[in-house]
């Protein structure tokens, strides 16, 4: 059973046309990242959430914010797309960010965006 | 800073033992993870290794880590059609946030 669901798995927006990305999660967990993973390229964090408290990676652009209404969902919004933020969006869960066993992490399919 | 590095591709025959390897410079690691990603579809958690170990087996996947010269591997025994992917070394650093650092991936092509 998928326990990171991201939903749609394809999505096709227009250049400078806001869009949103879903992710859900079964498990539970307290933490749910977002990633952008372009092609032939590890993926790269743009920020995460603890439970609440939103937590932005340095170098993520302004354009891309995020949502977590609740501990299942949580949302990507890309305010206006651009052809260089054409990539594969990666949700993740893991139950906690402190080292140990808990922080492995669980990735949805990710969802593909392309900008037309 | 910290840096992980893979070769890009790695090619096998079917049948054989691959081995993917994972150089890192941050010491303070303190878990490492191999990750396979099929083409098209998210990251799958294959196996981790925590900092104090040196060898972890799960079935055909043994992981072997080097603290001393900072190299990570992973074997896959009796390499099938199915294993072909994109696997990703990735550390967990204290230094950075709790952060995983990734390298770039290795693809593995299988050969018949």
């Known amino acids: 059973d998928a326990m990171v669901i991201q939903n749609p798995r394809y999505q096709v927006t227009q250049f400078g046309k806001p869009v949103t990305l879903s992710c859900s999660q079964t498990?539970?967990?307290?933490?749910m990242y977002w990633y952008q993973q372009k092609s032939s390229q590890a993926p790269k964090l743009l920020f995460h959430y603890y439970d609440k408290d939103f937590n932005n990676e340095a170098d993520t652009p302004d354009n891309f914010q995020s949502r977590r209404p609740n501990t299942s969902f949580c949302f990507l919004d890309i305010r206006s797309p651009g052809l260089g933020d054409a990539a594969m969006y990666l949700c993740?869960?893991?139950?906690?960010?402190?080292?140990?066993?808990?922080?492995?992490?669980?990735f949805g399919q990710g969802t593909r965006l392309t900008v037309v | 800073g910290e840096d992980v590095e893979q070769s890009l591709f790695l090619s096998v025959r079917e049948g054989d033992s691959s081995v993917i390897n994972c150089t890192y410079t941050d010491s303070s690691s303190t878990y490492l993870y191999w990750y396979k990603q099929e083409p098209g579809a998210g990251l799958q958690l294959l196996t981790y290794i925590f900092s104090n170990m040196d060898m972890k087996q799960d079935q055909r996947l043994t992981v072997l880590l080097n603290k001393k010269d900072k190299h990570l591997s992973l074997r896959i025994a009796d390499t099938q059609t199915g294993d072909s992917a994109i696997y990703f070394c990735a550390e967990l650093v204290p230094d950075s946030n709790y952060q995983l650092i990734w390298g770039a991936g290795t693809k593995l092509i299988i050969k018949p």
């Open positions: 498990l539970n967990h307290n933490v």
């Open positions: 993740a869960t893991s139950r906690e960010v402190t080292g140990g066993p808990n922080t492995e992490a669980f």
